[in-house]
Nanobody
Framework: VQLQESGGGSVQSGGSLKLSCAAS?????MAWFRQAPGKEREVVAD?????SSTYTDSVKGRFTISRGPGILYLQMNSLKPEDTAMYYC??????????????????WGQGTQVTVSS
């Protein structure tokens, strides 16, 4: 499985960005993680192949995850400075459910930077 993210950038608070992740191979659970400097990597949103999704509380109502054949998206609206982080696309090809711990994800993209200024 290969993952390739795109769509990061710099925006002002309240702005929007859409991240994309091109995926090849068997991807059962797919997720977006983020990691800010000095912080642990955290799951932002995940989606199973049946279309069910979950979000971390801080992004509910602002971010939307979606997926199609070979592609994963993260639409980010009403961005806040605290959303600033490196965002990673991840895939788990072993489980049909989505774990929250990054150790369960066996494939990772290279990351794309999102910077939100106030």
């Amino acid at each position: 499985v290969q993952l390739q993210e795109s769509g990061g950038g710099s925006v002002q608070s309240g702005g929007s960005l859409k991240l994309s992740c091109a995926a090849s191979g068997d991807t059962r659970c797919m997720a977006w993680f983020r990691q800010a400097p000095g912080k642990e990597r955290e799951v932002v949103a995940d989606m199973r192949m049946d279309g069910s999704s979950t979000y971390t509380d801080s992004v509910k109502g602002r971010f939307t995850i979606s997926r199609g054949p070979g592609i994963l998206y993260l639409q980010m609206n009403s961005l806040k400075p605290e959303d600033t982080a490196m965002y990673y696309c991840a895939a788990d090809s072993a489980r049909w459910w989505c774990a929250k711990d990054p150790v369960y994800f066996n494939y990772w993209g290279q990351g794309t930077q999102v910077t939100v200024s106030s």
